[in-house]
Structure formats: structure tokens, C-alpha cells
């Protein structure tokens, strides 16, 4: 009887683990290991869902990114230009720059939940019985192109 429980309680572990997905500020955790972005994008490129919104929100990231520092430069570099000479300083880089700023908020202010989102479908699909791994799955298909029709299979 106890090999019996014994088995059931491991045969039971095994099946109740999954990885799970968290994001803490800014990273990615796997069971408490900080993943890295290359590691973060390979996982999330086992559902198209989630690889999708992992990419969106990186080019959120990107975009934002440029237009901020864009925005920092210019005002800056206006600021310079306006201490070092006699010119006038509120000019037209620093009104572009200060739009850039503003621009750069609502770019950059999606992306966590774009994160959030790819790291939840990660997780709802490794809770189904995936056991925190990608199952193997076998598809056929026929296609065509121009010098002929052909099977494939992907695996």
C-alpha cells in the first residue's frame, strides 16, 4: 500500500508541475531564474499568440525608446545651442524634442501589458497538460508551387 501512494503522490508531482512565466519590473522569470531576451523570445516562440504580442511590445519598446532619447537630444542640444551663442533659445529642436517626450508616453506606456499578456499564454498553455515542454506534434500538408506539387511534413 505504501508503494502504491508513494507512486501516486510522485506520478502526481510530476504531472502538476509546470514551468510558470513572471515578469518583475521589466525581466522575465522562469521558476525564479532570470531569463534573458534571447532566452525570453525562444520561449514565447512555442505559440504564435504569445510570440506575436513578445514581438509587439518589443518594438513598442524600440520605438519609444528612439523617440525619447530623440526628444532628450533635441531639448538638450537646443539648451546648448541657446546658453553657448546669442541665438534664441525656446527654438524649433526643443518644441520638436518636448513633442517627441510626449509622444514617447503613450508608445512606451502599452508595453507592459503586451508582456503581460504573452507571459499569461505561455502559462495557461504549459498548465494544460504540456507538462512544461513542447509537445511533439506531426503535421501533413500538400503543397504546390511552381515546379510541382509535393508533400510536407513538419515535426
Known sequence: MKKK????????????YSQTVTLEGSRFYLDGKRLETREARQLFNTNYESA??????KSKEAVGGFLLGFGIGLTV??????????????GTMTYVG???L???????????????KAA???NKEHKNGKLGAVQPS???????????MG?????
Open 120 to 122: 499569461d499564454i505561455y
Open 5 to 16: 501512494l508513494t507512486f501516486g503522490l510522485l506520478l502526481m508531482s510530476i504531472f502538476s
Open 102 to 116: 510626449v509622444a514617447s508616453i503613450p508608445v512606451l506606456s502599452g508595453r507592459k501589458k503586451l508582456y503581460e
Open 52 to 57: 506575436s504580442l513578445y514581438k509587439q511590445a
Open 138 to 148: 506531426l503535421e501533413l500538408n500538400l503543397i504546390s508551387n511552381r515546379a510541382g
Open 77 to 90: 542640444g537646443d539648451l546648448a545651442v541657446g546658453l553657448f551663442s546669442d541665438a534664441k533659445y525656446p
Open 98 to 100: 518636448v513633442g517627441s
Open 151 to 155: 508533400l510536407q511534413l513538419k515535426f
